[in-house]
Each structure stands twice: as C-alpha cells, then as structure tokens.
C-alpha cells in the first residue's frame, strides 16, 4: 500500500511539474489556487532564469496586481502572459422599420341590385362579367298593367290641359267665369300628378343598376315571380380595392392616410401593388388591441378581385441599434456587459441593455460604435483593463481589426523561458506584450 501511494505521489509530481513547463500562465494559475510550486528546471537547462515568476492577479475590487519572485543572479524577465482571444465586429442594426399585416380585398363599392315592385321577370338583359354603367338597365318584370295605367295618364292629362287652355281663352272675352277657370286648372294640375305615378309604377318594372361596375351572378332567372326587394345580382366597383387590415396599437402614432403600402396578393405571388392608406379606424379593437386601416389600390387592369387575400407592407423610419454576436453578451450582478477592446489593446467593461435577440444576433443599448471589437470567446478569466491578443492579429492591430500576418501556429505561444536567455541586465520585455 505505501509503495502505490508512493507511485501515485511521484506521478502526480511529475504531472504538475509538466503542466508548469508546457502550459503558458500555469505558475500563475497554480498560485491562485493556492499552490507554490517550484519552477521547472527547464528554465536553468536553457540559461533563462526568470526573474519575475509572478504574472498579473486580480486583486480586490477587480484591480490587478503583480507577484514577483527575485531576480536570479545574471538572469532576464520573463514576459508577462497575455491572453488570447476572438473578437467580433460590432454592426448596426434597424428594427421597427417595416410592418407586414393580412388584408381582405374588397370593392370599392359593391351593392346588391333588386327589384322595386312585385311582379314576375320576363328578361334579363346582361350575362355575368358585363361592365354596365349607372341607370343602365339590367332586367324587366311584366308592365302590362303598369302601361295602361300610363297611357291613360297621358290622355287624361292632355284632355285637361286642353280644357284649361280653352277657358283662359273664354276668360279673356270675360266668356267664362273665375270659378270655371279654378276648376280647369285644378283638373290639369291633378290629371298632370296621375300621370307622374303612372311613368314611376312603370320605371319600378325596370331593374337597374345604380352605380358602375361589373356584373356578378344572378340569384334568380327569368320566369320567377318575384317580391319587392329580391334580389338579383351584384355589381361591383373593381376600379379601386380597399384593403381591409389591422395593425398593433404602438403604430397608432407613426400611421396617417396618404401613407404609401405595398400589397401582395395570395394568389398572384409574382406581381406587387403599389397604394395608400385611406382610412384609419377610429378606435382600437379592446379584445386585440389593434387598429383597423384601410388601404386603397388601384387596379385600373383588372387584376385583382373583390375578396381576394393580401400580405400589405408598411415603411417606417424604426429605430437603429449596435448589434453584437450572442456570445459576446456577459451577466453581471449589475446585468448584461460585453467585453470591448480598447485601442490599447486591452478590455473594457461596457454594460449594454438588450433590446432585441435572436440566433443571429442581439440589438443593444450602450456604449458602443459601428466596428468595435467585443470579445466572444476567450471570455472566461478576463478582468477589466486585461491586455490581450486578439487571434489572428497582434496586440497593436486589435482594437483597429487590422489582422498581422499569422505565425506557424497562432494558437499556441512559446513556453516562457524556452526561448535563447536574455542577457545580464539586457531590459526586460514590458508588460502585456505578446511571447515571441
């Protein structure tokens, strides 16, 4: 048993021993977990005794300290370490600046044509699809009564005025007294309002359509007896689409009419309709909290129909924010902050309030410009004012983004103390440059 422990302890000495020697910044990371252990004899094998052992350690309050060892007697310093890491640009991004809704197309006026009086259709006189204009006639009920009553309002009506002019004449020659002259002109004047309701009975056998449009459907044929307010067809105004949609309530502010929207129909997905706002409700719906608009598009084509569904866009100014990778966003006990290099090449630690965040990318608010360089990995033993190496570049060119020509191998530094030893009293690196 005490041999195995014996083993097992040389071997563990062994593998720390190693871990100093090849692994850069270990002496440092050992002393802050509490372990002093002595430097490898691979700095005496090469003549590169170190005189600074120590590497920069937080200290209280986040600041940084030094812990040093003595010089050995005709050595050098040994370089500070600095730690690598991978940065990403920080971009501008605009949000809000773009609102997309359904809509239901419908005509810009549509009604339904029926008929005025009771009576049985005896024609039809356009077919589904024709374009008719207002007052054109579009079906005939029977009016075979209706024109006598009409005919015989004419003659009576002409029979009167012809008696009233014969009494003006006989009324002249004093022929004919004023009571006779009343009477005639009250016979005209009744015979004249017959005749009136007489040609409008007769117009209410007509059906015609009151405003321009297309025909649709008729709901009825000829041969149907029919009551008053049947209805037969529709007609449509097509020359312009209202585009019925609703919008959240935070754009209630941004949306007037004569705004201009694009519109795209479900069933024409390769052609895009240019219109305006209309109308705007005049309240917001409680149970959605939204805003009905209307939206006017014009179709002069024909292209489009009543019914039809539309995707309408909206342009707005929207709101421009600093977008960061996902993986540069840090928490603190204060909230989110991100690691920006300086252009002394070090970090600073800029707190940032997320506005908006997806797989992409996160919009933040802060302290932060167009080309910036946050860190996105390498995150994890940083401290504010930390000077470091960007990946891909030396100290000098970090902050800037301007990659310096690649070594062998980037990603690994040299064993401190490896290199050819400095000479006696030769200046020590300064701190924070990168092993060479």
Do not use: C
């Given at each position: 048993?005490?041999?195995?422990?014996?083993?097992?302890?040389?071997?563990?000495?062994?593998?720390?021993?190693?871990?100093?020697y090849f692994v850069p910044g270990a002496d440092v990371t050992l002393r802050n977990m509490g372990l002093n252990l002595?430097?490898?004899?691979?700095?005496?094998?090469?003549?590169?005794?170190?005189?600074?052992?120590?590497?920069?350690?937080?200290?209280?309050?986040?600041?940084?300290?030094?812990?040093?060892?003595?010089?050995?007697?005709?050595?050098?310093?040994?370089?500070?370490?600095?730690?690598?890491?991978?940065?990403?640009?920080?971009?501008?991004?605009?949000?809000?600046?773009?609102?997309?809704?359904?809509?239901?197309?419908?005509?810009?006026?549509?009604?339904?044509?029926?008929?005025?009086?009771?009576?049985?259709?005896?024609?039809?006189?356009?077919?589904?699809?024709?374009?008719?204009?207002?007052?054109?006639?579009?079906?005939?009920?029977?009016?075979?009564?209706?024109?006598?009553?009409?005919?015989?309002?004419?003659?009576?009506?002409?029979?009167?005025?012809?008696?009233?002019?014969?009494?003006?004449?006989?009324?002249?020659?004093?022929?004919?007294?004023?009571?006779?002259?009343?009477?005639?002109?009250?016979?005209?004047?009744?015979?004249?309002?017959?005749?009136?309701?007489?040609?409008?009975?007769?117009?209410?056998?007509?059906?015609?359509?009151?405003?321009?449009?297309?025909?649709?459907?008729?709901?009825?044929?000829?041969?149907?007896?029919?009551?008053?307010?049947?209805?037969?067809?529709?007609?449509?105004?097509?020359?312009?689409?209202?585009?019925?949609?609703?919008?959240?309530?935070?754009?209630?502010?941004?949306?007037?009419?004569?705004?201009?929207?694009?519109?795209?129909?479900?069933?024409?997905?390769?052609?895009?309709?240019?219109?305006?706002?209309?109308?705007?409700?005049?309240?917001?719906?409680?149970?959605?909290?939204?805003?009905?608009?209307?939206?006017?598009?014009?179709?002069?084509?024909?292209?489009?129909?009543?019914?039809?569904?539309?995707?309408?866009?909206?342009?707005?100014?929207?709101?421009?924010?600093?977008?960061?990778?996902?993986?540069?966003?840090?928490?603190?006990?204060?909230?989110?902050?991100?690691?920006?290099?300086?252009?002394?090449?070090?970090?600073?630690?800029?707190?940032?309030?997320?506005?908006?965040?997806?797989?992409?990318?996160?919009?933040?608010?802060?302290?932060?410009?167009?080309?910036?360089?946050?860190?996105?990995?390498?995150?994890?033993?940083?401290?504010?004012?930390?000077?470091?190496?960007?990946?891909?570049?030396?100290?000098?060119?970090?902050?800037?983004?301007?990659?310096?020509?690649?070594?062998?191998?980037?990603?690994?530094?040299?064993?401190?103390?490896?290199?050819?030893?400095?000479?006696?009293?030769?200046?020590?690196?300064?701190?924070?440059?990168?092993?060479?």
């Open positions: 048993m005490l041999k195995q422990l014996l083993v097992s302890l040389v071997v563990l000495i062994v593998a720390a021993a190693g871990y100093v002595p430097l490898p004899t691979a700095y005496a094998a090469t003549g590169a005794t170190p005189a600074d052992a120590g590497a920069a350690t937080p200290g209280k309050g986040g600041a940084a300290h030094t812990a040093s060892a003595p010089a050995a007697a005709g050595g050098g310093r040994r370089p500070a370490q600095v730690q690598t890491v991978i940065t990403g640009p920080v971009t501008m991004a605009t949000i809000n600046d773009k609102l997309t809704a359904i809509g239901e197309g419908t005509a810009a006026q549509s009604v339904n044509v029926t008929t005025q009086a009771i009576g049985t259709l005896v024609s039809l006189d356009v077919k589904p699809g024709d374009v008719v204009k207002a007052g054109q006639t579009i079906g005939q009920l029977d009016a075979d009564a209706e024109q006598i009553a009409y005919d015989q309002a004419q003659l009576t009506a002409k029979d009167t005025a012809d008696a009233l002019a014969r009494t003006q004449t006989l009324a002249k020659t004093n022929a004919a007294t004023a009571v006779q002259l009343s009477t005639a002109q009250l016979a005209a004047s009744t015979a004249n309002l017959q005749l009136r309701s007489a040609k409008l009975a007769l117009d209410k056998r007509s059906i015609v359509t009151p405003i321009d449009g297309t025909v649709g459907l008729f709901q009825i044929t000829t041969g149907n007896a029919v009551g008053a307010q049947t209805v037969v067809t529709t007609v449509d105004d097509t020359s312009n689409i209202l585009v019925n949609f609703w919008v959240p309530e935070r754009y209630v502010p941004v949306i007037h009419t004569g705004m201009p929207v694009t519109a795209r129909a479900t069933a024409l997905p390769a052609e895009t309709f240019a219109g305006t706002v209309s109308a705007v409700d005049s309240r917001i719906d409680p149970a959605s909290r939204t805003l009905q608009v209307q939206a006017k598009i014009p179709n002069s084509k024909g292209t489009i129909t009543a019914g039809m569904s539309f995707e309408v866009t909206m342009g707005f100014p929207g709101e421009r924010f600093p977008a960061v990778d996902p993986l540069a966003i840090q928490w603190g006990a204060k909230g989110p902050y991100v690691w920006r290099l300086t252009a002394d090449s070090k970090v600073s630690q800029d707190p940032v309030q997320i506005i908006q965040r997806d797989s992409d990318g996160v919009l933040v608010k802060g302290d932060l410009k167009p080309g910036d360089q946050v860190v996105t990995q390498g995150v994890l033993d940083l401290t504010a004012g930390a000077a470091v190496r960007r990946l891909g570049g030396d100290t000098a060119d970090a902050a800037t983004g301007n990659r310096a020509p690649a070594r062998p191998d980037s990603a690994k530094e040299s064993t401190p103390g490896a290199s050819a030893p400095a000479k006696p009293g030769a200046p020590a690196p300064a701190a924070g440059a990168a092993a060479s």
